[in-house]
């Protein structure tokens, strides 16, 4: 570690990754640069349509982050633009970064588009896959941040023949520059995060699925820009060829991955078989007459919400699915779309036709980029992913620099968003004695007092895209806002979300004098505070704003019936016109953050958070039930990379038992809590005795536990052991493992079945470590594995292959034909049903080993503390399933670890510490603000009933007990999360709702 500490962060990418780990660190203290290859940011999530499991609008999500990015005052974008080289050490790099020329200053450069509407040249569109064309001159998408033009070199006809030259001739900004040059240059940080995201597999080369012969088979990436509202065909999907409506479509699955035959890519790619019943689920929504299959080896919906999922696309969608891999693909001799050829279950040649053919590609990481990691000695593995350990997720090879994202791994957005909270966790533990000596601070903007003026209201209505445009009629809404009272000024825009656009709408509140805003757009749930945001920076009180939601209430659900959905749209926003007229500024109380730390559980995750919020300074509380710490790893053997998770455990333990700013309390529980982000007073029951204990912010790590199973002779058998029992036996080395000749084990056992349908993710992977032991430690020894669908995601892939390879035996069995397990002479009877030589087989057993669930500890008391929910299994609800998959939507409270969902020891730990994370962007803030929009009550007409005491859940209200006010109620704004449950339930009228008044609600109704 250098003896001088910078208080910067470089972050390589621009995906979802990099934004969350630039967002976690510019709050918590440091100044970040974000090094992006492309001209904008957004990376691979900005061209997805929706995002799996709930399907919501990809870009919807995202463009909150985007624009909260490019206005961040402590992260600065270096686009176009990739490191070269990294010297120095922790604490103190010199980063080497080539940036290549733009043509465009952007500090000039306006945004407004005259320069691409005038370049005549058009090439390739990378964004839509190449199905389209852009000019070269272009910003990568609508909502791109920076939302600055950039000349593509190669196609420029200025640039390659010194002809043209329209752009410089038409720009109002004189922001064109072809003079300008690529640049080398050194950035002087004390961490670096590598975030570059992945490569998606080019199936070209690959004959027999005739990808470069036919344009109907297309690559899943091509076939979301099909489906996207913003895509080529506006969300209608067609076939290429002809551009005729599809009837049939066909998903090959782990195109690219699965597979060392014909590509080098054994691992599998972790998101392929969600994407695909995502898509399938779209398209059937587009077209519920068409025609679905996909074709996979395994169905890997190993994720949170996974298997429900892909049950709905089968149960609820007629999406059929056909476990085989495609040989042969090719066209059609007899006329349109594309011939498939497979052998099915029954070992049945099977010949079918569809119309498009969609290639689920997997991921990998390109030369370029492990020659780059090479060169700045970052180890990798065999597949090209970055090379971390289980108890250090996001650590690189070399000290001081982190990864996060499909760069480390094969993975989803929400572990990306994970793994990027415990890179920017980690990035800034070194760096603490720097925080805030390189960050600005924001120069707030004078709000303007408009009370006692009229009301002038402006009203932007959103395309989109297609998303509400494709149904809803913009422009008709928008001419009829501007007919509505005090209405001064309407608009329409493509993307309300895009920086763009916020910045316009900045521009035109002053400009107009406009003192209330409507949006009518998508959701206020993600998107209220991005609004509100552009508000104050306009000067205008962040509550004059309302929020009509004219996609999800009108295009999403009226898809079918354009001029009802465009009729309700404008009495949506006649309605908002109606209440908003009566908004007036609401007031937040500032208050101060406790900078101590509450962590509720003392296993892996906890133990991890616990860390890593002392490493940053925090003082932190750790309570745990048991009589030690360590949780259900106390249970474990080794990881999947072969190290002793005793060994790990054990040095966890004893960092957390010297650390000074830990105090452990073993055999204690909540009793009570009280109080609200950064002021929580919580009563802890330790060993017969109460303590109070003040805490800012809290994190949840409870745990769960192994399902106990009721059936395959379990407790009747000592031959029958579950796989954590396994574990222990062989730590042991136990005579019942030792003398065994032969072992089975059965997966999916109170897993992905009626009563408990979600997938245990760990268990597959458990299993295969568990069977190489026993065949290393006796290698003659049969070893059979009874399932369902193997799902050892990502690189645990190898462990399957290796397995294989070792001599372990894989049966398939199906939930309605399960294994049959009796006892006979002193051994035991496993009988399985074999698909694939369509017979039943009986193995005669010494060892029978249960893969048991994850089943969660449904902590009601807990929950009910925080005013955190439980979803349906037990586990806890996050904020967000995407991009808030450690937060809770209270406030202050956090999650991670097997609580949320089962996880193995390397996502746990990551977890923990993007709970960390989230929770030091909040406590580094020092003081937080209230909203405005909480409850009051009319004393006068108070009746002292106490129902909104009884009623809240928050504990808002109260009865004042002394003064001439006794008997009457009052609310504490601070616990008031504004749900009005006090305003519906008071009988005499007292109460009322700031933002929603009764004269404003009932103004809305006089107006529908």
Known sequence: MSEKTIGSVLIAGG???????????????????????SPSIGGVMAQLDKTFPTNDCSMCIMSPKLVEVGRHINIELVTLAEIKDIKGEAGNFEVEVFQKARYVDMDKCIGCGACMEKCPKKVADEYNMGLDKRKAIYVPYPQAVPLKYAIDPANCIKI???KCGNCEKICPADAINFKDTDKTFSLNVGSVILATGFS???????????????????????FERLLSASGPFQGHVVRLSDKEHPHKIAWLQCVGSRDVNTCKNGHCSSVCCMYAIKQAIIAKEHDPELETKIFYMDMRTHGKGFEDC????????GVKFQRCRVHTVYGNPDGPGQVLEYIDENNQRVTEVYDIVVLSVGMEINDEVRANAANMGIELTEGGFVKTSTFKPVSTSREGVYVCGAFQGPKDIPQSVVEAGAAALNAGAGLVSARNTLTRTVEKVQEDDIRGDRPRIGVFVCHCGTNIAGVIDVEAVRDYAAGLPNVEYVNNNMYACSQDTQDGMVKVIREKGLNRIVVAACSPRTHDPLFQETLINAGLNKYLFEMVNIRNHGSWVHKDQPAE??????????????????????????????????????????MAAARALSTQGYHVTLVERDKVLGGQARNLYVTGKGESIEEGLADMVNSVAVDEKIDVLLESGLKNVEGFVGNFVSTIETKGSEKEIRHGVTIIATGAEEYKPTEYLYGSSDMVVTGQELDGLM???????????????????????PGRTYCSRICCTHTMVSALHLKEKKPDMDVFVLYRDIRTYGEKEALYKKAREKGVIFVRYSLDAKPLVKEAEGRLLVRVYDPIIQRSLELAADLLVLASAVKPYKDERLAQFFKVPLNDDGFFVEAHVKLAPSDFATDGVFLAGLAHYPKPIDEAIAQAQAAAARATGLLARKTINTSGQVAYVNQELCSGCSV????????????????PRAGKAEINPVLCKGCGACVASCRSGALNLKGFEEGQIMAMIDAA
């Open 15 to 37: 995906g979802i990754a990099a934004i969350q780990a630039a967002l976690d660190l510019a709050d918590s203290g440091y100044y970040v640069y974000m090094v992006e290859k």
């Open 160 to 162: 390659t023949k010194d």
């Open 200 to 222: 998606a597999y080019n199936p070209s080369g690959k004959d027999f699925l005739n990808y470069d012969r036919s344009k109907d088979v297309v690559t899943s990436l091509e």
């Open 310 to 317: 892909y049950n709905q696309a089968k149960e609820n969608y």
């Open 565 to 606: 959905a465009t009729l309700k749209a404008k009495e949506q926003v006649r309605m908002a016109v109606a209440k908003v007229a009566l908004f007036e500024p609401l007031s937040e109380a500032t208050l101060e953050i406790d900078q101590n730390v509450l962590v509720i559980g003392g296993g892996i995750s906890g």
């Open 731 to 753: 730590k042991s080395h136990d005579a019942k493992v030792e003398k065994a000749e032969t072992a089975v084990f059965i997966q999916c056992v109170g897993s992905r079945e």
């Open 948 to 963: 909104c005491v009884a009623v809240c859940p928050y504990n808002s209200p109260g009865m004042i007990l002394e003064g």
